[in-house]
């Protein structure tokens, strides 16, 4: 079984920064895509950022040049780094990997989210 435990949520101004922390824990053999998504009240999950085990990077038009989504692989750890925050950034933010548990096969894992609210 996989793990995958968020931080860095909570509250900011509009215009500030926020860093997440994914960390993937468990039964892995190797980490595949990981990605971040964000639902809001009423919404749907949508995409926000996604990289590649090489380090290739896709991003919502939403958020183009204010978030940047990185990763450690030897820590299997994903990161999302949000500056320049707007009320409608605010959501709950869900990190997401395709994990390998031995040389081939994967699955999907979902974290249980953190809050990030963008408010004055």
């Known amino acids: 079984q996989v793990q995958l435990v968020e931080s860095g949520g909570g509250l900011v101004q509009p215009g500030g920064s926020l860093r997440l922390s994914c960390a993937a824990s468990?039964?892995?053999?190797?980490?595949?895509?990981m990605g971040w998504y964000r639902q809001a009240p009423g919404k749907q999950r949508e995409l926000v950022a996604g990289?590649?085990?090489?380090?290739?990077?896709n991003y919502a038009d939403s958020v183009k040049g204010r978030f940047t989504i990185s990763r450690d692989n030897a820590k299997n750890t994903v990161y999302l780094q949000m500056n320049s925050l707007k009320p409608e950034d605010t959501a709950v933010y869900y990190c997401?990997?395709?994990?390998?548990?031995?040389?081939?096969?994967?699955?999907?894992?979902w974290g249980q989210g953190t809050q990030v609210t963008v408010s004055s």
């Open positions: 997401n990997a395709d994990v390998g548990p031995a040389a081939y096969g994967a699955s999907n894992y």
């Open positions: 468990g039964s892995i053999f190797r980490i595949y895509a």
């Open positions: 990289i590649t085990s090489g380090g290739s990077t």
